[in-house]
T-cell receptor
Framework: DQQVKQNSPSLSVQEGRISILNCDYT??????FLWYKKYPAEGPTFLISISSIKDKNEDGRFTVFLNKSAKHLSLHIVPSQPGDSAVYFC??????????????FGQGTRLTINP | KAGVTQTPRYLIKTRGQQVTLSCSPI?????VSWYQQTPGQGLQFLFEYFSETQRNKGNFPGRFSGRQFSNSRSEMNVSTLELGDSALYLCASSLDRGKGTEAFFGQGTRLTVV
């Protein structure tokens, strides 16, 4: 049961253009969403997050949009830079009955920025 | 401030053996979670520990177990290894102050079962 889905395994974008990574979820109990970036041989690093009470959060070149009715979120990177080439994971969070925050990850999207 | 440290970085084991992986969280972080990453499967949640207690468990067989010590360090054990257990095992720690506390990941342990 894949509750968080990233349907595009890979994405290729020209340097300087906008990169848009998409993520869909099925569980309406999720109340916080995060994006992580992962380089080969390294652990994922936190990028940006958004609470379910918001529809947009911006941090420099990175903006995350949340559409709760569609259960969809997206990460926009503009302008894209070669150093942005990595695998991006979308994650959704909810509190369990035992009071713990549980992160559910998507399968990841490999972003390649072409010079 | 030191990040999350996982040891060893790489490991090769034979089918049927058992393995123990270690994770030292960021100082002050009491929540430690473990994930398995395999190609095409993303990060699959294994379990989460907080104050030496397992609070959450993913859908993995009982061969996968873990524990947390009083200093918040955590270990993960896999018994009777199978070829399909070959993966990158990631540990993440967080302050767990409330909703939206982001998790910080270690570099992972690459386990290869032959």
């Amino acid at each position: 049961d894949q509750q968080v889905k990233q349907n595009s395994p890979s994405l290729s974008v020209q340097e300087g253009r906008i990169s848009i990574l998409n993520c869909d979820y099925t569980n309406s109990m999720f109340d916080y969403f995060l994006w992580y970036k992962k380089y080969p041989a390294e652990g994922p690093t936190f990028l940006i997050s958004i609470s379910s009470i918001k529809d947009k959060n911006e941090d420099g070149r990175f903006t995350v949009f949340l559409n709760k009715s569609a259960k969809h979120l997206s990460l926009h990177i503009v302008p894209s830079q070669p150093g942005d080439s990595a695998v991006y994971f979308c994650a959704a969070s909810r509190y369990t009955s035992r009071g713990a925050q549980k992160l559910v990850f998507g399968q990841g999207t490999r972003l390649t920025i072409n010079p | 401030k030191a990040g999350v440290t996982q040891t060893p970085r790489y490991l090769i084991k034979t089918r049927g053996q058992q393995v123990t992986l270690s994770c030292s969280p960021i100082s002050g972080h009491r929540s430690v979670s473990w994930y398995q990453q395999t190609p095409g499967q993303g990060l699959q949640f294994l379990f989460e520990y907080f104050s030496e207690t397992q609070r959450n468990k993913g859908n993995f067989p009982g061969r996968f177990s873990g524990r947390q010590f009083s200093n918040s360090r955590s270990e993960m054990n896999v018994s009777t290894l199978e070829l399909g257990d070959s993966a990158l095992y990631l540990c993440a720690s967080s302050l767990d102050r409330g909703k939206g506390t982001e998790a910080f990941f270690g570099q992972g342990t690459r386990l290869t079962v032959v």
